[in-house]
């Protein structure tokens, strides 16, 4: 199989702080990993695409200081939120690809942010 | 641009069949996915249809027609925990996916 797992799945936090959201592939080496946003009854959002190794390549709209993007290694991601604010609240979720393009993405379980 | 369009919410009845269409514009293609994800929940991957045609997967099938620009996801034997969004997706010439809105489907007694 191809399990991709989220930590942590539920954080709420204030206004300002940041929020760390970690991404792994648990039996399989991801060369690529994505980010996306999903607001209720709305379709994926994609924010960023990262390869190992390499910085983060951002959609348009998606401020890259704001969703920092690390792919350390082969089997994590990371995106942290800085300073959230209630309009950062959204379900993230993060998939992964092994080696090749057309290969199936494979979802984490998802994360809710909830900013006060 | 690109587009990817399926209707917003259909409803059936539990031990019928459903068929959720799909028609798609993008720039290039290289395969077409649908994902189902229940409420609060991740994407799970469906099917994958890269060549025209009829793929079955058990009680799901996925059918192509790159021609026509046209797929569908049939539901045969349909279960309350069928009740879920189905999600189509095309990978354009980037290999980037495209998303379509999708599809609640509800299942009715």
Redesign the interface.
Known sequence: GAVVS?HPSWVICKSGTSVKIECRSLDFQATTMFWYRQFP????M?MATSNEGSKATYEQGVEKDKFLINHASLTLSTLTVTSAHPEDSS?Y?CSARRGQ??E???????T?LLVL | GQNIDQPTEMTATEGAIVQINCTYQTSGFNGLFWYQQHAGEAPTFLSYNVLDGLEEKGRFSSFLSRSKGYSYLLLKELQMKDSASYLCAVMDSNYQLIWGAGTKLIIKP
Request: glycine share 12%; no cysteine; hydrophobic share 35%.
């Open positions: 989220q009854k709305k379709s994926l994609l379900f979720i393009v057309s199936t993405q494979y979802f984490g379980p998802g809710r």
